[in-house]
Structure formats: structure tokens, C-alpha cells
């Protein structure tokens, strides 16, 4: 028996209606060349991190010393954060403390943890 009789045995014997744990029906088989998800992913649909960039990009107008300031979502958070950490906010003290470290460092994945819940409390200070 050559190489080649031995491979067609063992692929004969797999689909020769042995049907179990790996190793589907034959009808239910991809076909060769043949993708598991021809359509894939929509074209149209985004995940968080595009959105929330976007949101943040957005321009508001703020009040700012009697002063109506446009800037963007972005800075006016950071500005509420500064202001309610001078004020003596210990969660807003450990956020902008977070915060800083991660821009040092150049981790730039602390907006998308927060967005994504993978902010823990007792962990990092996220609240």
C-alpha cells in the first residue's frame, strides 16, 4: 500500500458515517474553499472606540468665568475633572490622577477601558 492508499482509507473511514463529537455529517460540512461566514462583517457597523472618539470631537459651548467658551466634549470633561478635583473630589482626584499617568506612559487605551467597563474600582480608581 502506497502513501496515497493509506490517506484515502483514513479519509474514507472519517466521513464513512461516523458522525460525533468532531466530526459533523457529511451534509453539514463546509465545502472545500468554501468560507464559514461568506458575508462576514456589515460594512456599515463600527465598534465603541470610533463612536466615542467621534462623541468626544464634538464641540460644545461652556461657560467658563462669566465667558461662553466653545471647546470640545473631551476638554470640558477634563475641565469638570480638574475643577471638582481642585475642589477636593476624591474620585475625581484618582481619575485625573489615572489619567495622567496613562498619557505619560503613552497608554492611550484609558478612555476605551472606560468605555468598555473594564474600569475596576478597587484596581485602578476608576468609579
Known amino acids: 500500500m502506497t502513501h ?3 490517506q484515502m482509507n483514513k479519509q474514507s473511514e472519517s466521513t464513512d458515517g461516523k458522525v460525533g463529537y468532531k466530526h459533523p455529517p457529511v ?3 463546509f465545502r472545500k474553499g468554501q ?12 465598534n465603541l ?20 467658551q466653545r471647546m470640545s466634549k473631551g476638554a470640558a470633561l477634563i475641565q469638570m475633572l480638574l475643577s471638582k478635583a ?15 499617568e496613562n498619557a505619560r506612559s503613552g497608554n492611550g487605551n ?17 468609579h
Not at 481642585?86 to 495622567?100: E, F, Q, V, W
Open 35 to 46: 468560507s464559514g461566514n461568506p458575508r462576514g462583517r456589515r460594512k456599515g457597523q463600527r
Open 110 to 126: 484609558l478612555l476605551r477601558g472606560m468605555a468598555m467597563g473594564n474600569c475596576q474600582p478597587r484596581r485602578n480608581g476608576c
Open 86 to 100: 481642585h475642589k477636593g473630589d476624591g474620585r475625581a482626584i484618582k481619575a485625573l490622577l489615572l489619567l495622567t
Open 49 to 68: 472606540t470610533p463612536v466615542l472618539l467621534e462623541v468626544l470631537h464634538q464641540t460644545v459651548t461652556v461657560k467658563q468665568a462669566g465667558k461662553a
Open 4 to 6: 496515497q492508499d493509506i
Open 27 to 29: 451534509k453539514s460540512q
